[in-house]
C-alpha cells in the first residue's frame, strides 16, 4: 500500500470508527458486512482518540511449549521496517483457548511503541495495563496476568482478528468500538462521506432535542437530510 499523507491521516483520526464504517459502506456498497470487527474487545484505553495506521501482522501460540525457539530480532525487524509507518499490530492467537497468554505488556507496548506503532488489535490478551506505553491503544479479546509461553509463530500473512480479514500493510482504524480496514485509494472520498453523513445527521438531531418533536418533525427533517449533497 502506497503512503497516505499525514494531513489525510490526521483527517481519519478525527472521526470515530463507527463513521468510518457509515462511509466505507456508501462508497464501497459490497463492503458494507466485511472489512470490520465483528465481536467485541476490551478496550485498555477508551479515552484515547482513534487511531490510524498500517497493518503489521502476525500470529501466536501460548498454550505450550515451542518446539524450537523464534526469531524475536526477525518479527521486531518486520515491525520496524516492513512498511510504512505509523503502524497498528495486527496479531491472531491462534491457540485454542485465545488469550492464554498475554503478548503484551509493559515491555512489548513500549517496545513496540519505539517502533512506530501506536496500537493494537488482537483477539489474545493484555496485561500490564496502567504501566503500558502512555497513548499506546489496546484492543484485546481479553485481560490476562500471565504470558504462559506465549510466542509469535509467523508474521507479514492474512490474519482474523474477531471477523475482521487483514493483510499485511492494510490501513486500519480503530477506537473504542473496534476496528475496521479502510479501502486502498478511498481515503478521501469516506473522509468527503463521512462529512457528508455527519450534516445530514445533525439536521435530525438537533430536530429531535427541540421541543416539540413528533413524527411529522422526523419526516421534515428526512426531506431536508436529502437535499444536502
Not at 463521512?194 to 418533536?213: D, P, T, Y
Request: charged share 20%; aromatic share 6%; with cysteine.
Amino acid at each position: 500500500m502506497a503512503m497516505i499523507s499525514a494531513e489525510i491521516l490526521s483527517e481519519l483520526g478525527n472521526l470515530d470508527t463507527p463513521t468510518i464504517c457509515n462511509a466505507v459502506e456508501v462508497v464501497v456498497p459490497e463492503r458494507r458486512n466485511r472489512g470490520f470487527s465483528t465481536r467485541p474487545f476490551f478496550c485498555a484505553h477508551p479515552k484515547l482518540p482513534p487511531i490510524v495506521g498500517y497493518a503489521r501482522t502476525a500470529r501466536i501460540r501460548s498454550q505450550h511449549k515451542p518446539i524450537k525457539s523464534g526469531d524475536a530480532m526477525g518479527y521486531y525487524s518486520y515491525i520496524s521496517e516492513g512498511g510504512p509507518v505509523p503502524s497498528i499490530v495486527v496479531i491472531d492467537d491462534v491457540d485454542d483457548m485465545p488469550g492464554y497468554g498475554a503478548f503484551w505488556g509493559e515491555v512489548n507496548t513500549n517496545v513496540h511503541y519505539g517502533l512506530g506503532c501506536i496500537g493494537l488489535v488482537t483477539n489474545g490478551s493484555v496485561r500490564d495495563i496502567n504501566a503500558s506505553a502512555e497513548n499506546f491503544q489496546m484492543l484485546a479479546g481479553m485481560v490476562n496476568p500471565s504470558h504462559a509461553w506465549v510466542h509469535v509463530v509467523d508474521w507479514g500473512s492474512p490474519v482474523n482478528v474477531h471477523g475482521m480479514e487483514v493483510e499485511d500493510s492494510d490501513l486500519i482504524h480503530a477506537d473504542m468500538h473496534g476496528a475496521c480496514v479502510i479501502p486502498e485509494g478511498l481515503e478521501e472520498s469516506i473522509i468527503k462521506e463521512a462529512k457528508h453523513i455527519a450534516a445530514q445527521e445533525a439536521i435530525l438531531i438537533e430536530e429531535s432535542r427541540k421541543a416539540g418533536f413528533n413524527v411529522d418533525k422526523i419526516r421534515d427533517a428526512y426531506r431536508r437530510m436529502a437535499e444536502i449533497h
